[in-house]
Each structure stands twice: as C-alpha cells, then as structure tokens.
C-alpha cells in the first residue's frame, strides 16, 4: 500500500525492540524514517537490525534490493531531538513508564509543534493512559496512541487508542498510517491496558500463579495452553519473550487503575523481576535462554 498521503516523514523515539520495528515496517513501505535516541550504541545496533531485516525482506520477496538500498538511505539516526523537526508524525517507542514517556513529549513540544502545530504525537504504549500522556502536552486533540505488537514487521495487529481530547481527524491519520504499513487498526478505549493486555496479563499472571502454588511446573503449563488451547506459544515463555518486568509494570497499570484485587501481580513475579529474572533479554526467566541457541526448559 501507498504511504498515508499527509505522512512522509515519521519520527521514531526510541531505538530498541520496538522502535526499530517500527522503523523497519516504515521504511520497508517507502516512508523517511528519524530514529532518535539517547546512545549511539543502541543506534548503532538498531541500524543493524533495520538493515537484516530489510535483507530478509528481499530474500522473501517483499523488496527488490534496490528498494532496500533506498529504504536504508531514508534512515536517518540522532542523538539530537531537533532533527526531528522535519516530522510529519511522531512515534515514541521508549521504556513503558510514564515519566519516561512524558519526558520525550514534553522535549519534543518545542522542537516540532512550537513550529508545525499539526504533527501528530502517538504513543506506542500497552497499557498507559493515553488521556494522561495527552495531557502533557499543549495539544491533546494531536495525541494518540498506536500499540504495535511484536515483532513490529510481522504482527499484524495495531491497537489505536484515542484519549479524550483526541480529535477525529488525529483517529483518520493514525489509522490510514496503520492501514499504509499493511497493518489492521482496531480503535479500542482508553482504559488500562486496553484490550490486549487487560485480557493477556491476567492470563500471564494466572499462570505464573499455577506455578507459585506448585499446581504445575512451567513446561506442564505452556503444555496445556499450547496443546489443549492451541496457542502457538504458551503464557509463561510469552512472558519471558514480552519480559517479566514488563509484565510486572503491566500488572501494576492494571491493579492501580482497577483496583480490583484480580489484577495484583503474582508475588512469584515480583520476586523474580527483583532477582534479575527478566525473560530472554537476562538469559533466564520461567526458562534458561542463556546457552546460545538453547530451547526453553526449566530454569
């Protein structure tokens, strides 16, 4: 599909697993792309990963490798938050945590919208309030939030999630983008966790509890789900691929905007996110990942 016609140049916030998927799918469908990050390192190792997946996209026949040559001279990395200002539209993909988030609004506030009041701020938050980011800034009818999934270039899915003051036309942008990068926008409400997490964290949760309790061990679970259910990955090893201190925070949005006593966190995993347990990026979660190429088993 044709990139969104009022959309050229997108700014990318954040360089890590999400940001340069999302960078990724943008140049792949003939978008510019400004990646911007705190840490040359982090860029660097986004460029890399931008750059084999744009391979494996002409190997699969998605791109000629002319157009991968084209899409990598559309990237252009920072360190500096001014050269976002060619952006049309913006996309922060940093830690989820919203002061981390409120942060990047705030600094970028005087940089693009001071002179293009028009471009638009989305979120790619799971689970924050769109509302409350929104508020941060001095436009809230051009906040939104776009929830990509991962991995950013193969899930097909993105949750576009208006706050209260979002204006129609700010939905139209963000969902014909979606639309441009072969994705399917689902408009949901802007309460904790949205759908996606409101339904998948508690089942995560559950699980981790079945394993507390001495119900089953952590293959015997992901055995039920994938087996019995179908699910092509079972909830203790997607909580170690999503990460467990991600999933934690998850929990916590959910229980402090709920207050409901079914969303608190699994003692088991807050203990082990305190131990350093967080999943494959630690190289041991519910599983060992931290022989190179092992398989999940019991950690």
């Known amino acids: 599909m044709d990139p969104s016609p009022n959309v050229k140049t997108v700014g990318v916030v954040g360089a890590g697993t999400m ?7 943008l140049l792949r469908f003939g978008y510019s792309v400004i990646l911007l990050d705190v840490s040359s390192e982090l860029l660097s190792l986004a460029e890399g990963k931008i750059s084999s997946g744009l391979a494996r996209d002409v190997h699969k026949g998605r791109l000629a490798a002319e157009q991968k040559e084209q899409a990598l ?13 060619p952006s049309d539209f913006v996309i922060e993909a940093v830690t989820e945590n919203f002061e981390a988030k409120a942060t990047v609004f705030r600094s970028l506030e005087p940089v693009i919208r001071a002179k293009r009041p028009e471009v638009i701020f989305a979120s790619n938050t799971s689970s924050i309030s769109i509302t409350k980011l929104a508020a941060t800034t001095t ?7 776009m929830h990509f999934f991962n991995p950013v270039p193969v899930i097909k899915l993105v949750e576009i999630v208006p706050g209260l003051q979002t204006a129609p036309a700010t939905i139209a942008t963000a ?8 994705k399917t926008p689902l408009r949901v409400n802007d309460f904790p966790g ?4 409101r339904v998948l ?3 995560i949760n559950e699980a981790i509890y079945a394993v507390m309790e001495g119900i089953a061990e952590p293959q015997a679970v992901d055995g039920v789900m994938k087996l019995g259910m179908n699910h092509p990955m079972g909830p203790l090893e997607l ?5 467990l201190d991600v999933c934690l925070h998850i929990m916590k949005v959910l229980y402090d905007g709920f207050h409901d006593s079914k969303y608190r966190p699994c003692p088991l995993l807050e203990k082990m996110v305190n131990a350093g347990w967080l999943g494959r990026k630690s190289g041991r979660g519910f599983y060992d990942y931290s022989q190179a190429g092992a398989q999940p088993g019991k950690a």
């Open 139 to 145: 436009r809230p009818a051009q906040f939104i939030g």
């Open 19 to 25: 940001g340069h998927g999302i960078a990724h799918l």
């Open 194 to 197: 949205f759908v996606s997490n």
């Open 201 to 203: 964290m508690p089942m």
């Open 73 to 85: 001279w559309r990237l252009k990395m920072t360190l500096d938050a001014e050269h976002l200002a």
């Open 175 to 182: 969902e014909a983008l979606a639309k441009s990068l072969d």
């Open 239 to 243: 909580a170690d691929f999503i990460g």
